[in-house]
């Protein structure tokens, strides 16, 4: 029963990573009605800013700002020059153009910056919490800084008039036209969000993981399985989608004997797409119903 | 005839294409003759390539077979039937282990061995398409993903490893080419691997064009009515991602054959997102696209990487991003908005015919 608990308080720590970056895939999904394939990428290269930021001898929290607000401009600029152009075009050449941007980032990082892994501070601390060894307090920290976010982000969309403005560009984006809404600006602003809290995931993971081009690589695919997990249409089943992922492939990893270890990553997403079967939706979201 | 009533017949022309009624149909005979031509001369001179060619770039144009019959496999099942895949390189892997165990451990000749890398990905498709029937756009992506990212890791699975061989992989030898014919190995493995593609391509051509063909299209196109007009879409769907992986899976045999080695790493889901990028970039649901997209699969990342090491990446995204500007629906888009401008620009003399 002990060894359960630490494993499920193991699975939470790593959780926390994927509910992350399971919030921001949510994000650009409800702002662009697909997923971005360079989402971990832009959070890689934000981190990337703020390490340098740092180097250059800036305090930590103003680092983490200053790259808060550059890769909110920077997730502006994208829609505005990549993805704006080819809005019409068909979601396959769109994913497409994201894989490209995918591959411009990660090597471009990897020239400024090269390969090398590079540690990342965290203002937590690493120090050990509840006596055990499997959940510090930068990972607590960060399980904080996730539930936060996703506080904000509940009351931006239920309490402010952009979030309302925001929520009906992407459910129907002809009527919100019609009242005046400027769609288009609320995609941008979506992009932007989406920058701005992979940028904030980018720099919570990166004290874990440690800094690398490549770092975000499998961090997004948890992130994305537990994003579909929760269901894309829900921020909140996001993050407890993340969280989910952790835990399962942590505790699977445990305690299915014989070959758990060397499979968990496999038995994690085949109980997921299990999930999938009787819920097509996600655990928490809402089944799309179309005009037919 | 005048230029001006010319053009009104142009324009009723196009506007007519459509529906292959009466007018439309010596358009019709006269645009197939084309294509047959058009075949034809691509055969020859794909024929003819390996006399002229680097001993290098004919092992290269192999490859590119090798994927644009991969890429074919993955556009059935997207292009034609509209649902999405990550998972083909775990189709790819399977196909291709399947050769090398049947070649490596029981020393069977490697021609016997695509049928059996067909089947096993036939029946591993249709059941994974029955799952995949539940789920759409997203979720199947991270379902057939989930396949993708499996398949390294079971066949690097201890148990399976006298079979797999492990981490190591596999290592077979490559076939000579028999009868004594006075070419090499390589030119021969060619020839052998053009005329697998030309018979699954015609295949695929002819069930696109057929009846089944069509109720694939129409389960792409709405299910809802595809159902009503009485199509099983239950048995097309999973059937279509059967056939699907059986050709990926025959893609991946040939590839192993060519290739001579078979590594779990190779299979992992970056492949996949190769064969959607050729997909892409040929046009989805076009069938000579993927030709196009195999060249750009095999050919471009070189190119990037010649121009600069450090960078090949942003060179590779770069070309990527001005081909999607350039042509939203892919090369066979681009071909056929091409092509209805060039009908439509008026030529009188061309019409006098």
């Known amino acids: ?292 | 005839m005048t230029a001006p009533s010319d053009e009104v017949a142009a324009k009723e022309g196009v506007a007519r294409t459509p529906a292959p009624a009466r007018v439309g149909r010596s358009a019709i005979v006269r645009g197939d003759r084309g294509r047959r031509l058009a075949i034809l001369a691509a055969v020859i001179a794909a024929l003819l390539i390996p006399i002229f060619a680097r001993g290098f770039l004919t092992f290269q144009l192999t490859q590119v077979m090798v994927y644009a019959l991969a890429i074919l496999g993955l556009n059935l099942l997207t292009g034609f039937n509209g649902q999405f895949s990550l998972g083909h390189s775990a189709f790819y892997g399977i196909g291709a282990y399947t050769t090398a165990i049947m070649m490596s451990r029981w020393d069977i000749p490697y021609f016997w061995t695509l049928p059996a890398a067909g089947g096993v990905c036939f029946a591993v498709g249709f059941l994974f398409g029955l799952p995949a029937l539940r789920l759409q756009g997203l979720y199947l992506a991270l379902a057939t993903f989930a396949l993708a990212i499996a398949m390294p890791q079971i066949l690097k699975f201890q148990p399976l490893e006298s079979f797999t061989g492990g981490v190591q992989g596999l290592v077979i030898d490559k076939p000579d080419p028999p009868f004594g014919l006075p070419i090499d190995a390589d030119q021969w493995l060619y020839y052998f691997t053009l005329a697998v593609l030309l018979v699954m391509f015609a295949g695929a051509a002819n069930l696109v064009r057929s009846r089944t063909g069509r109720a694939i299209m129409a389960i792409r196109d709405n299910p809802i009515a595809a159902a009503a007009m009485g199509i099983n879409t239950a048995l097309y769907k999973t059937l279509t991602f059967g056939v699907s992986a059986l050709y990926t899976g025959v893609a991946g045999a040939l590839g192993a054959i060519v290739v001579q080695f078979v590594a779990p790493d190779s299979f992992n889901f970056l492949l996949s997102i190769s064969f959607l990028v050729g997909l892409v970039i040929g046009g989805v649901g076009s069938i000579p696209g993927c030709l196009v997209g195999g060249l750009f699969v095999l050919f471009v990342p070189n190119i990037a990487e010649s121009v600069s090491t450090g960078l090949a990446g942003v060179i590779y995204g770069v070309i990527l991003l001005l081909v999607i500007f350039v042509m939203p629906a892919g090369t066979a888009g681009f071909a056929r908005i091409l092509f209805a401008r060039l009908l439509r620009s008026p030529k009188p003399e061309g019409r006098s015919r």
């Open chain 1, 1 to 292: 029963m002990e060894l359960l608990l630490q494993q499920v308080l193991a699975g939470l720590a790593t959780g926390g990573i994927y509910a992350c970056m399971a919030l921001a895939v949510v994000m650009i999904y409800q702002a662009i009605d697909h997923l971005n394939f360079a989402q971990g990428e832009m959070a890689m290269f934000s981190t990337f800013i703020a390490w340098q930021l740092i180097q250059w001898g800036l305090p930590y929290w103003v680092a983490f700002a200053i790259t808060v607000v550059v890769s909110f401009v920077a997730g502006i600029l994208i829609d505005r020059v990549l993805f704006r152009p080819i809005q019409n075009a068909p979601i396959l050449s769109q994913v497409v153009a994201f894989i490209a941007l995918f591959s411009i980032l990660n090597s471009s990082a990897g020239q400024i910056w090269d390969f090398t892994i590079k540690s990342f501070p965290t203002p937590f601390g690493h120090t050990s919490l509840f006596g055990s060894t499997l959940i510090d307090t930068h990972e607590a920290g960060m399980i904080g800084v996730t539930l936060g976010m996703l506080g904000l982000l509940y009351l931006f969309f239920r309490r402010t008039r952009l979030g309302l403005a925001m929520r009906a560009a992407a459910a129907n984006p002809e009527s919100a036209r019609l009242v005046g809404i400027r769609v288009g600006w609320m995609t941008a602003l979506g992009w932007g969000m989406a920058a701005a809290i992979g940028a904030v995931a980018g720099m919570l993971i990166a004290p874990v993981v440690f800094l690398e081009p490549n770092m975000m690589l499998g961090v997004l695919l948890y992130g994305f399985a537990g994003a579909v997990l929760g269901g894309m249409t829900s921020p909140g089943g996001a993050v407890a989608g993340g969280f989910a992922v952790g835990v399962i492939e942590n505790v699977a990893g445990t305690f299915i004997p014989y070959f758990g270890r060397e499979l968990k990553l496999t038995i994690a997403l085949i109980l997921i797409v299990a999930v999938l079967m009787v819920r097509p939706s996600g655990i928490f979201g809402r089944q799309a119903v179309t005009r037919v």
